[in-house]
């Protein structure tokens, strides 16, 4: 079992920063597509980012591109989401979550999930 442990959340006023960091553990992450979401109160929950690896794939949704990186050390189990320019509607508990077979932002498809770092950004 691949376990994930998010964390970097925190308070941050409008047009600022915040990286989120998701440890892993249990198996090799060089093996899993890496994914984050996020959900924010009252609404579904969102596909932000997602990346494999071997092939350097990656797909954002388009309320965080050119905002938003995700990024991945394999060699030390780590993925992380750079936030830039944060809006008030990037408030939300944001999630790691990871699969062997997909690089999208289908929530369906990720069977390993960490439970969640909250964000808020307000002045």
């Known amino acids: 079992q691949l376990r994930l442990v998010e964390s970097g959340g925190g308070l941050v006023q409008p047009g600022g920063s915040l990286t989120l960091s998701c440890a892993t553990s249990g198996r090799p992450l060089e093996d899993f597509a890496v994914a984050w979401f996020r959900q924010a109160p009252g609404k579904e929950r969102e596909g932000v980012a997602c990346t494999r690896g071997h092939n350097d794939r990656t797909h954002y949704a388009d309320s965080v591109k050119g905002r938003f990186t995700i990024s991945r050390n394999d060699a030390e189990s780590m993925a992380y989401l750079q936030m830039n320019n944060l809006k008030p509607e990037d408030t939300a508990i944001y999630y790691c979550?990871?699969?062997?077979?997909?690089?999208?932002?289908?929530?369906?498809?990720?069977?390993?999930w960490g439970m969640g770092t909250q964000v808020t950004v307000s002045s």
């Open positions: 979550a990871a699969n062997l077979y997909y690089t999208d932002l289908d929530s369906s498809n990720y069977d390993y």
